[in-house]
């Protein structure tokens, strides 16, 4: 199998997970630090430190400290553009608008 759909297929994976498709939503509007991040996901505190340590681990997001918070951000602008367009999809789906290219 090629390298590249491996990887693509292990990224998709990750983002299965609905916290951890709404962790990178958020992260694409810019960095948050923990507190943000839960609530903006909705999810507790405790399971939105886990998924961030996968995302992490991954090298999908990159963290920074800032004094005593830890700060997370997107590590790359392309992982920001899959989850817009998987937004669109679902967009027009849910609105039963046409497809387009």
Known sequence: MDDRV???ASVLALLAD???LSLV???GRGEADV???TEACGAARPSVSQHLAKLR???LVTTRKDGRR???ALGHGHLR????EALNVADH???SLPPHD
């Open 57 to 59: 681990l991954a090298g």
């Open 93 to 95: 789906q849910l609105r």
């Open 18 to 20: 609905r916290t951890r």
């Open 81 to 84: 553009r899959l989850v817009d």
């Open 35 to 37: 507190t943000t991040l």
């Open 70 to 72: 830890v700060v997370y």
């Open 6 to 8: 491996e990887v693509a």
């Open 25 to 27: 939503e958020r992260l």
